[in-house]
């Protein structure tokens, strides 16, 4: 039904917003980061690392000391910097209950360059990218309150729609699906669940929309702290 009101308004033009029984399949992304005793993660923080991988997908959810997973993440990346210093990131990607988790083209002994961010508004918002000497290898933002990279990463700008695609009534607030637009030096819009290239120079990148959401106005109530989200995966 949902495929089929999209073909529809693209035939017909600009059309009120269905109210539909389900919805879009919307997910979540939950990311993670361990770094050695005694770091202290501010409430804002970008930590940068480069150094050289010494695992792949041995991460437990007892490494994440600095911004937790609850679960052992379904990809980990494991990276010793020039002081010896070692830290885990992990990130898991979930639509509709399936695992959409990207497995990153890195093996041990790469030299990479993290960056990690974290944001405190509601809650807290965590997102990466990871990056080599060809360029992105990979990024994901949570998405929540504005997302942790804020709708851009490494030279591509990720952007939700203005319009919704479809709307889903709830005991509360109406919540309303978008696509997101991904544009570097092409672009490419998909709805939650949908993957697209995207081109970054000479790089050709997959970009899947995670979630793409957000509380529609209500007559009936308010949530102060309400948010939606533009969850959202990068991979070369």
Known sequence: MFLSALFISALIGCQPVEEVTGSPVEGTISVCLGGPDGTVIEQDAMILVNGTITAVDTGTADDMNL???????????EIEDGDGALWTVGVSVDIGGEDRTP???VTEGDVV?????????????AGFSLSDDIGLIGA???????GAFEGS???ID????DDPIASEETSCQPIEHFELTFSADTETTMSAGISGQVMLGDLECEALTVAAWDYGKSKTCSISDATGASAWVLSR
């Open 67 to 77: 911004v937790t997973c609850g679960t052992d993440p379904t990809h980990s990346i």
């Open 103 to 105: 497995t990153f083209a």
């Open 113 to 125: 360059d993290l960056d990690f961010r974290s944001r405190l508004v509601w809650g807290t918002v």
């Open 140 to 146: 994901v933002d949570e998405g929540t309150w504005g």
């Open 153 to 155: 990463v490494a030279g």
């Open 158 to 161: 990720i952007t939700r729609g």
